[in-house]
Nanobody, 122 residues
Framework: VQLQASGGGLVQAGGSLRLSCAAS????????IAWFRQAQGQEREFVAA?????SYADSVKGRFTISRDSAENTVYLQMNSLKPEDTAVYYC???????????????????WGQGTLVTVSS
């Protein structure tokens, strides 16, 4: 499985961005795909994932939406009401057999895409 993340950029606080994670090698419907992020000097943290249904970190609930397009074999992360603290490199990850209790654990994912930088200015 290969993952290609895109869509990052510079946006003002309150703005929106949509990240894309294009998968190849396996249908996204047979993968659990997640987004993680890592801010400079901080540890990587879980953002959102799509298994049977979406899961979100508390910090992004109500602002971010993860969705899956099987025809495009792509998972999207729509990010609205962005805040400066959302600034980070965002990574998409995919796994097979990820159980719900591990969905926020990066170690549960087998495949990682390259990061895409999101910068939110105040």
């Amino acid at each position: 499985v290969q993952l290609q993340a895109s869509g990052g950029g510079l946006v003002q606080a309150g703005g929106s961005l949509r990240l894309s994670c294009a998968a190849s090698g396996r249908p996204v419907s047979r993968l659990v795909i997640a987004w993680f992020r890592q801010a400079q000097g901080q540890e990587r943290e879980f953002v959102a994932a799509f298994k049977s249904y979406p899961s979100y970190a508390d910090s992004v609930k109500g602002r971010f939406t993860i969705s899956r397009d099987s025809a495009e074999n792509t998972v999207y992360l729509q990010m609205n009401s962005l805040k400066p603290e959302d600034t980070a490199v965002y990574y998409c990850a995919a796994g097979t057999g990820v159980i719900l209790s591990s969905i926020g654990n990066g170690a549960a994912y087998n495949y990682w895409g390259q990061g895409t930088l999101v910068t939110v200015s105040s």
